[in-house]
């Protein structure tokens, strides 16, 4: 038998300023059920949006996104992953903006699909002093110049038997960044 779908959708606020003005019970809820109890509401609500939001290029979108929705008056949807060590986790935001310029982003899952655990996500994981970039959006990871699956970079950089795994900088894959550029043009 199939497991029910799960139709919660995870919703957070931010003002015009850029700071969060609320997050809804269900956003708190999946923060803690993905090992993030310490993104509670109390240390959400009042901070700007950006310190949450790896990477320069993903800032970069990100507020484009904002100006977009906010210039045009109307809702932009925009998929994305937000994998765990063990789940793909396929979702949509949409950025909806409502009065005075505060925006409300709203995600909901689409997809998940189990995996073997997969360390180089584990917050907990001992770290070294290599980097590995990660698409903020679509969870692949860059070697040299080519844009991988993390169960192919788990593979390919043998991390299965290294002692510490790199350390994870947040950029843009190309195909990215056109689909949310593409958003913020039409």
Known sequence: ???PADTRVFIH???ADGYI???NDEWVEFARENGAPELAR???VGRAIWVFI????TRHI???LLDKARRCGKGLTIPYRCDSPDLKRFMEMEIVPLENGTVEFRSRLLKVEKREPVRLLDPQAGRGN?????CSWCRRARIASV???????VKKLDLFSSASLPQLTHGVFEDCSQVVRKKTRS
């Open 1 to 3: 038998m199939a497991e």
């Open 13 to 15: 606020t931010v003002d």
């Open 21 to 23: 003005t609320a997050v």
């Open 42 to 44: 109390e240390a959400l």
């Open 54 to 57: 790896e990477g320069m290029e």
């Open 62 to 64: 990100s507020r484009l």
């Open 130 to 134: 290599e980097f590995l970039t990660i």
């Open 147 to 153: 844009w991988l699956e993390l169960d192919e970079v």
